[in-house]
């Protein structure tokens, strides 16, 4: 068979920036699987200075398939092609493949020994169906594959650099590691794209993108936008650099400017959480925290525990789901729940009072609150929380409507986010006398 040599087809424009990722499985399209692959491709390319334009999601479907693939050759630098090599009928992207260069199949006699050595290994013959995994597009090259039985294939397709990978996460990492990323890592040489995430709790998307607008305008570098997920607004920052000093140094000037905007709101940078932020400047304070969660049954509690050595500030948490918790754990007054309800200001604060006495806690929060989808009513709506926070000897009643229309989930989970951020922000700064109880 005629082969192109390895180093015309290997070749990727030096001035390579932006890549096409296209996942291919009738599950992945259908939503019963998810695409796990292309998010890991479009970060090992940012952190080469190249940034993936688009993803694509298509069924084992010949047609749909040439079709992305043309489309995706002609508008990024490089293709890179997940799914679709196994050795059944519906593994159609080879044969896309070919099509849309418009060249033939033919077997590839190395990839046929490697196929039979695979199953030799493991004491067994390789299977005739098989076979036609060696099937490569006449103009293309096949990519050993290290753990299993798909080759992949590389190809230019209208001039445009195209890689294609098994579907199965291990192999396909394997192979882009082995096969493709030496090759962006060389044609890419002089660009470095890095991130960093900044994290705000207490204020909308909106009123967050409205304080650093400017720096969110497109085609800026560093590049800044927003994203939320349950009361949290995230800041991202994408720098690109020569190399990662010009890069790192573009995000402390975005991050330092960002961060005199914000100001308190922003509670911490990438990995860190409410509640290990929290748990710092306890730890800073030498003070100590419980909790009291109803209608958060132990959320609180479990958002504090997510973070290693929590046992140095977090004495624990009575989850009082019942009246008769409330009253017989942590002493709310009966009195108290018949005449304002469970779900009530002064049970909340009856509820951290009780928490911090019941511990000996030096802070102490609390939730109450109707987290739905039942149990509504006119004065007291799904949505409608008491947070109570008792910190140096008094206790302070916060009152919350987080919206009658979104799931129980998701005010469970505000609640509990916004119990942390009210503990956060009331500890005064280290260092400080350690408050009376
Ligand atoms: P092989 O022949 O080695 O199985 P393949 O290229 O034929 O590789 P597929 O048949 O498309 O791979 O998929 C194999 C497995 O990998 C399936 O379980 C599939 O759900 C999973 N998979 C495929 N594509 C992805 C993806 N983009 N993200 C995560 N998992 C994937």
Redesign the pocket.
Known sequence: MQRMPEEDVGQIPRDLRSAWIV???T??ALG???????A?LAQRLAALGVRADRHV?VA?ELAAIRAVLSQAAAAGDLVLV???????D??V?RAALAKAAGVGLEEDAASVERLQAFFARRGREMPERNRV?ALIPRTGLALP?QC???PGIHMLLEGTPCYV?????F??RAMYEAEVEPVVRAAAAGAVLRSRRLHTFGAGESDVGLKIRDLMARGRNPEVGTTAEIGVVSVRINARGRDAAEADGLLDEAEAEIRRRLGPLVYGRDSETLGGVVGERLVELGWTLSTAESCTGGLISQLLTDVPGSSRYFLGGLVTYSNALKTGLVGVDQALLMAHGAVSEPVAVAMADGAARVTGSDVAVSVTGVAGPGGGSVEKPVGLVFIGLHTCGACAPHAFRFGEDHPREVIRMRAARMALHLVRTSLPDPPAARPGR
Do not use: C, H, K
Request: charged letters at 15%; aromatic letters at 2%; hydrophobic letters at 30%.
């Open positions: 996942a291919i499985g599950e992945l019963q699987a998810q695409d796990t692959n292309s890991w999601v084992d997940t799914g679709g090599l196994g050795p059944t519906d593994d992207t995994q594959n299993g039985t798909a990978l098994p579907g199965v996460p192999e396909m």
